[in-house]
């Protein structure tokens, strides 16, 4: 099970130096979400200061970017990375697409399943010379030696997807080569959901279900006093209350034993209380959805949860306090090389 390091990305002066104390804390990679900074150039400048270390976009907005833009990206870090680059692709939700975007969202779930077979189609043609996708939604069928970036010495990239749904794990299965998990991603949901139908969508396309890496970002709250863990917790339950608002998300919470989280908290958003939002989340909510531990702990507490089912895990908090960054690594170290 390896385990990388996630961070938004950063102005392009400062990313370098958070690659290289990555690599050296003993991560295995490190994952770029992509917020109001794009998750490429980022990859793209680490790729420069720490080679070797393996770099994923977890995930990277899919619909405003053509499939042709998003391949030749991919395939040029690809290249920068001598093989190490993982293209994660998410289709964000509906608003920001549409309003901040400008695209078009309809379907996207079946959009992104041939936006994912599109780009795979790029990655073919950049070596073969002959660009031959028609899907439900893009039609590339033309491309010149002076428009194609040409072969490269090392594999297509990786392409993941962020699913939560039935619907859309079973997809991941299908067409892709991994599965990003939503941070609420808790065991029970990976037992109940995620391992099941990623199954049946890589039975459906003739894989192997350990084809696809399952790759899941995980909470935690870590420290060998309680006083060293408050801070932690109390950042979770912000995490947490803020994951938990969203609608499309309740069924996780109402399996888990929590019925009723999402719409409690949706009445506290509503009427702009934030603190009143995290107060709907109880130890109980963090004991499921968050990974507690002394430093001593944390690597079995870990293993034990989430070996089996993950094939990576992303620390979703470790680069939040520099000074126990180092720390983080070590236990990066003890997972991986077990």
């Given at each position: 099970?390896?385990?990388?390091?996630?961070?938004?990305?950063?102005?392009?002066?400062?990313?370098?130096?958070?690659?290289?104390?990555?690599?050296?804390?003993?991560?295995?990679?490190?994952?770029?979400?992509?917020?109001?900074?794009?998750?490429?150039?980022?990859?793209?400048?680490?790729?420069?200061?720490?080679?070797?270390?393996?770099?994923?976009?977890?995930?990277?907005?899919?619909?405003?970017?053509?499939?042709?833009?998003?391949?030749?990206?991919?395939?040029?870090?690809?290249?920068?990375?001598?093989?190490?680059?993982?293209?994660?692709?998410?289709?964000?939700?509906?608003?920001?697409?549409?309003?901040?975007?400008?695209?078009?969202?309809?379907?996207?779930?079946?959009?992104?399943?041939?936006?994912?077979?599109?780009?795979?189609?790029?990655?073919?043609?950049?070596?073969?010379g002959?660009?031959?996708?028609?899907?439900?939604?893009?039609?590339?069928?033309?491309?010149?030696?002076?428009?194609?970036a040409?072969?490269?010495?090392?594999?297509?990239?990786?392409?993941?997807?962020?699913?939560v749904?039935?619907?859309?794990?079973?997809?991941?299965?299908?067409?892709?080569?991994?599965?990003h998990?939503?941070?609420?991603?808790?065991?029970?949901?990976l037992?109940?959901?995620v391992?099941?139908?990623?199954?049946?969508?890589?039975a459906?396309?003739?894989?192997?279900?350990?084809?696809?890496?399952?790759?899941?970002?995980?909470?935690?709250?870590?420290?060998?006093?309680?006083?060293?863990?408050?801070?932690?917790?109390?950042?979770?339950?912000?995490?947490?209350?803020?994951?938990?608002?969203?609608?499309?998300?309740?069924?996780?919470?109402?399996?888990?034993?929590?019925?009723?989280?999402?719409?409690?908290?949706?009445?506290?958003?509503?009427?702009?209380?934030?603190?009143?939002?995290?107060?709907?989340?109880?130890?109980?909510?963090?004991?499921?959805?968050?990974?507690?531990?002394?430093?001593?702990?944390?690597?079995?507490?870990?293993?034990?949860?989430?070996?089996?089912?993950?094939?990576?895990?992303?620390?979703?908090?470790?680069?939040?306090?520099?000074?126990?960054?180092?720390?983080?690594?070590?236990?990066?170290?003890?997972?991986s090389?077990?």
């Amino acid at each position: 099970m390896h385990v990388d390091a996630m961070t938004i990305p950063q102005p392009l002066t400062q990313i370098g130096d958070t690659a290289r104390r990555t690599q050296e804390a003993g991560f295995s990679g490190l994952l770029f979400t992509e917020t109001g900074r794009t998750a490429y150039l980022n990859a793209a400048v680490a790729s420069q200061a720490a080679p070797g270390l393996q770099l994923s976009t977890g995930v990277a907005v899919a619909f405003p970017r053509s499939p042709f833009v998003t391949a030749a990206t991919a395939w040029e870090l690809q290249e920068a990375t001598n093989g190490n680059f993982r293209l994660g692709l998410g289709t964000q939700v509906r608003t920001h697409v549409v309003r901040r975007y400008g695209m078009a969202f309809e379907r996207p779930g079946p959009r992104l399943r041939d936006y994912v077979r599109a780009v795979k189609a790029c990655f073919s043609a950049f070596r073969t010379g002959k660009l031959d996708h028609h899907g439900e939604f893009y039609d590339l069928d033309f491309i010149t030696p002076q428009w194609s970036a040409g072969p490269i010495d090392a594999p297509d990239p990786k392409v993941d997807i962020a699913a939560v749904n039935p619907w859309m794990l079973r997809m991941a299965g299908e067409v892709a080569d991994g599965v990003h998990v939503h941070p609420l991603g808790e065991p029970g949901y990976l037992a109940r959901h995620v391992a099941p139908n990623v199954a049946a969508g890589a039975a459906k396309s003739g894989r192997d279900t350990s084809d696809i890496a399952v790759i899941v970002p995980v909470m935690t709250i870590v420290g060998d006093t309680d006083e060293e863990r408050h801070n932690e917790r109390e950042l979770v339950r912000a995490s947490l209350s803020f994951y938990a608002s969203t609608p499309n998300y309740a069924f996780i919470l109402d399996e888990a034993g929590f019925d009723g989280t999402t719409a409690r908290i949706r009445e506290k958003q509503k009427a702009g209380d934030f603190k009143g939002m995290a107060a709907q989340i109880t130890d109980d909510h963090i004991a499921v959805f968050a990974t507690e531990a002394t430093w001593d702990g944390l690597a079995e507490a870990l293993v034990a949860k989430y070996e089996g089912t993950a094939t990576r895990i992303v620390l979703y908090n470790a680069l939040s306090d520099p000074a126990r960054f180092e720390r983080y690594g070590e236990i990066a170290q003890r997972i991986s090389t077990r």
